[in-house]
């Protein structure tokens, strides 16, 4: 199962919560900063994603959303 996952970026605070869950180690804060001035998550490699979610239910602000491709 692939996954495809999208960042709500400007409401994201660059916690790293979601860094630290993923099984896959994909997801990084990218260089640019958001409308906050936060460094927002994103993923890298997003073809090694599983969809497992682990990422959007660890997000304290649903900031991310998984979809199964
Ligand atoms: S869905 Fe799972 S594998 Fe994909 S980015 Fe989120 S935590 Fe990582
Ligand atoms: S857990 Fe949510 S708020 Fe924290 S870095 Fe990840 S997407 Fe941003």
Redesign the pocket.
């Known amino acids: 199962m692939a996954g495809k996952v999208s ?1 709500d970026r400007n409401r ?8 630290a869950v993923c099984p896959k180690h994909i ?1 990084a ?1 990218d260089a640019a900063t958001n409308v906050k001035g936060y460094h ?2 994103t993923v890298e490699r997003m073809e090694e994603c599983t969809a497992c979610a682990s ?1 959007a239910r ?4 649903s ?2 959303t998984v979809e199964r491709v």
């Open positions: 960042f994201c605070k660059g916690c790293e919560l979601c860094v997801i804060l927002p998550a990422c660890m997000c304290p602000d900031v991310i």
